[in-house]
């Protein structure tokens, strides 16, 4: 099955400096990428839409200048975050989307849990 | 009013129970549902996938997907503590980003 490995899974970081979280599709091209961020007990947030080869698209109210989308090739988007700060600490989902002969479906990583110290 | 609502639960069963999760929808472009498992601090798990109306069958899970009503059901057969999990219904109009619902905590005690 499709598999997207994310990594890392957790990071610890000081206030004001940068984390970059990378998602990878191990056996399939993702020619879409999302990027979620979840807080405790609560659904996915989707930040951003990463299209491999061109600007990602960002949800009403998400920054950015802050969160960093590229997704420069079919199996690799990144996802960074800039001048951390303590309320940017939370849980960090991306996921691709898989189209294949009679099925379809959304793929996740296992996640990114960022604590900015 | 969401265009996704679930029930967040929790929901507390006895093992061997049969679970019942439903979602209810406002937009009559969803096309595709989807029910995700996900264990704390993990990513979510997709279960089920179904495309349109019907139902779909997987070992001890089933989805249905009634589009005139607007509603999606995951039923669970003779549940185990390993269920224990929040469930996430998910839906989308195409090759569009998922629209979530909140997610129901399903605890099953042994």
């Known amino acids: 099955g499709a598999v997207v490995s994310q990594h890392p899974s957790r990071v610890i970081c000081k206030s004001g400096t940068s984390v970059k979280i990378e998602c990878r599709s191990l056996?399939?091209?993702?020619?879409?990428m999302f990027w979620y961020r979840q807080f405790p007990k609560q659904s996915l947030m989707l930040m951003a839409t990463s299209n491999e080869g061109s600007k990602a698209t960002y949800e009403q109210g998400v920054e950015k200048d802050k969160f960093l989308i590229n997704h420069a090739s079919l199996t690799l988007s990144t996802l960074t975050v800039t001048s951390a700060h303590p309320e940017d600490s939370s849980f960090y989902i991306c996921s691709a989307g898989v189209i294949k002969t009679y099925t379809y479906g959304y793929t996740f990583g296992s996640g990114t849990r960022l604590t900015v110290v | 009013q969401k265009e996704v609502e679930q029930d967040p639960g929790p929901l507390s069963v006895p093992e061997g129970a049969i679970v019942s999760l439903n979602c209810t929808y406002s937009n009559s472009a969803f096309q595709y549902f989807m029910w995700y498992r996900q264990y704390s601090r993990k990513g979510p798990e997709l279960l089920m996938y179904?495309?349109?109306?019907g139902n779909k069958e997987d070992g001890r899970f089933t989805a249905q997907v009634d589009k005139s009503s607007k509603y999606i059901s995951l039923f669970i057969r003779d549940s185990q503590p390993s269920d224990s999990a929040t469930y996430l219904c998910?839906?989308?109009?195409?090759?569009?980003?998922?629209?979530f619902g909140t997610g129901t905590r399903l605890l099953v005690s042994p």
């Open positions: 998910a839906m989308s109009g195409g090759f569009q980003k998922l629209v």
């Open positions: 056996d399939f091209q993702a020619t879409t």
């Open positions: 179904t495309y349109s109306s």
